[in-house]
């Protein structure tokens, strides 16, 4: 049913998310220069790894559900061309669709279903991998079943929605190190489009504003970027000074 490559895929995409934790451990511990550039000086609250780690035995379902629509007969198409086109077009509807699902999500009547995922305010290595068993349902559905409908008309390729999958992974198990490991000129150029670590730390600990993904278009867009991210991340980059309050602005 499943080919040997589509099964290692599928196994990668179930366990990066603990893979990266790991990293993200082994990299504090060892003391690695990814860590040398600390976000926030404050302490997790208590029994929040316990926590975290609980909610992270959900992680494969991105892999099970991937695996049954391809079980299905889904996204059959196994030409280079619609590996990229897959990849490019869901990075798009990805940022599209988180976005503004996770704007959704704070409304008062959403929230119940992202609170456990805001329930780390400052973030560590497991914090990437624990959400509410419905918002991650609801992230994977809200990205599979459009792709399940073009599906029928332009062929998508299950490689090329693996591999975002696989960048999704790395990328956000990255967004929730509580280091930043981007230079400290990174908002000059290319991070005037692509969010940080910081980025998303300042998600957390503020609870609302930066809602962006992987990007900061849609929040630069639509106005709901904190506005002294900028002055901040110089902060913690160039001067090395990390904040030391949940709530501490620049
Ligand atoms: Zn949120
Ligand atoms: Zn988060």
Redesign the pocket.
């Known amino acids: 049913m499943f080919t040997t490559t589509e099964i290692a895929v599928l196994v990668i995409v179930a366990l990066l998310g603990h893979a990266m934790a790991l990293f993200w451990h082994l990299a504090e511990k060892r003391d690695s220069p990814l860590c040398s550039t600390r976000i926030y000086d404050v302490p997790l609250k208590k029994g929040q790894l316990q926590r975290e780690f609980k909610n992270s035995v959900l992680t494969p379902l991105h892999a099970v559900l991937l695996g049954a629509m391809l079980g299905f007969g889904f996204f059959d198409n196994d030409s280079w061309g619609s590996f990229l086109i897959t990849l490019v077009c869901t990075f798009i509807w990805a940022e599209i669709w988180h976005y503004f699902s ?1 704007r959704a ?2 409304l008062p009547s959403l929230l119940w279903i ?1 609170r456990e ?2 329930r780390s305010q400052i973030n560590s290595p497991l914090t990437a991998v624990s959400f509410s068993f419905l918002e991650k349902l609801i992230f994977d559905l809200g990205i599979l079943l459009p792709l399940v409908i073009a599906d029928q008309f332009i062929s998508v390729n299950f490689f090329g929605l693996a591999a975002w999958f696989i960048g999704y992974l790395v990328i956000n198990s990255f967004s929730h190190a509580n280091f930043e490991f981007r230079p400290a000129n990174y908002n000059r150029h290319v991070g005037k489009l692509m969010a940080t670590t910081i980025y998303h730390s300042l ?1 957390h600990s503020r609870y609302t504003g930066n ?1 962006g993904l992987g990007t900061r278009v849609l929040d630069r867009l639509l106005g709901t970027e904190w506005e002294d991210y900028e002055r901040l991340y110089d902060r913690v980059c160039s001067e090395r000074r990390p904040l030391s309050r949940l709530k501490e602005r620049t």
């Open positions: 996770h999500f704070h992202h995922h805001h998600h809602y």
